[in-house]
C-alpha cells in the first residue's frame, strides 16, 4: 500500500523558515519523481515544486523560485521541501504526490 506521509508544517513569521518532510513507502521510492503542491484557505490546487527520481533535476513555480528548494534522499524513503523568506501568501496545506497518490498533508500559516 503506498503511504506518504507530510510532517514539519507549523506557524512562522514572514521571513522565517520550515523544512517539510514526507516519507514514502509501498514503492520503489527510488524509482520515481515527486512533487510538492499546496492548497491556500479557499483556493485551488497549486503545483509548487517537483524532483527527478534521481535527485538530479528540479522544478518551481514562479510563486517559490529561489525560496523553496526541492531534495530526496532515497536512502531514507523521504523527500523534503525548504521553506525560506516566507509569506503569507505561502499559507496552505501542503501536500507531496507521487503515482496518483498523495499524503494528507501538512499545515503551513505565515502570519505576525
Given at each position: ?60 513555480a514562479d510563486s517559490v523560485k ?15 521541501l525548504q521553506m525560506n523568506s ?7 496545506v501542503y501536500y507531496c504526490a ?15
Open positions: 500500500e503506498v503511504q506518504l506521509v507530510e510532517s514539519g508544517g507549523g506557524l512562522v513569521q514572514p521571513g522565517g523558515s520550515l523544512r517539510l518532510s514526507c516519507a514514502a513507502s509501498g514503492f520503489t521510492f527510488s524509482s520515481y519523481d515527486m512533487i510538492w503542491v499546496r492548497q491556500a484557505p479557499g483556493k485551488g490546487l497549486e503545483w509548487v515544486s517537483a524532483i527527478g527520481s534521481g535527485g538530479g533535476t528540479t522544478y518551481y529561489g525560496r523553496f528548494t526541492i531534495s530526496r534522499d532515497n536512502a531514507k524513503n523521504t523527500v523534503y516566507l509569506k503569507p501568501e505561502d499559507t496552505a507521487a503515482i496518483g497518490h498523495w499524503g494528507q498533508g501538512t499545515l503551513v500559516t505565515v502570519s505576525s
